[in-house]
């Protein structure tokens, strides 16, 4: 569903930064060869997320929900020289492309990768953090708030996408909609 006027998207565009292009690229591969690549971030939202992360300057970031990558990459400008972000994600299929965007990007040596079910990894992860963005299964939100809250300092940010779940917040609910009333 695309819920933007064509008025407000030129809008967007001619008052946000340019795209990098590492992002540009790794755009158009994900649309080339990642299933579903409407899930990556993009370019507009990719921007909000580098200036909040060069706002708070964290020194600890956990994603929850890589993707391909670039919404990581986009966290990673504003980390501190010595910080780390802290990515995750369930399908092992698209380390290779993270991978290879990260090193690209000159951000691979503060980026450790984590392969697996978050509710699994979160838990071991012995860091406190001072920017989280989760970005992966709606229906497990309530989880992964309940799982990092232990895992954010005093004054730390949570941010979480899709919480207007592209306008069904807005529309009756389906009896079947179990996702919705979470978000």
Request: hydrophobic share 35%; glycine share 6%; net charge negative.
């Amino acid at each position: 569903m695309h819920f933007l006027s064509e008025a407000l998207e030129d809008y967007i565009r001619k008052h946000s930064e340019t795209e990098p292009e590492i992002l540009r690229e790794l755009t158009r591969e994900t649309h080339l060869k990642v299933v579903r690549p409407r899930m990556l971030t993009g370019h507009f939202q990719g921007r909000v997320l580098s200036i909040l992360s060069k706002i708070i300057h964290p020194k600890n970031i956990l994603e929850i929900g890589t993707y391909t990558g670039y919404s990581a990459i986009c966290l990673a400008e504003g980390l501190q020289k010595e910080g780390q972000l802290h990515t995750i994600d369930i399908n092992e299929e698209l380390g290779d492309i993270q991978k290879k965007y990260f090193v690209k990007s000159g951000f691979d040596p503060q980026i450790v990768q984590h392969i697996g079910d978050a509710k699994d990894i979160i838990p071991k992860l012995t860091l406190h953090f001072d920017l989280v963005f989760i970005d992966a299964e709606k229906k497990d939100y309530p989880d992964y708030f309940e799982l990092v809250m232990d895992k954010m300092k005093s004054g730390s940010i949570l941010l979480s996408d899709n919480v207007l779940w592209s306008g069904k917040v807005i529309e009756p609910l389906e009896r079947k909609d179990k996702v919705t009333p979470l978000l």
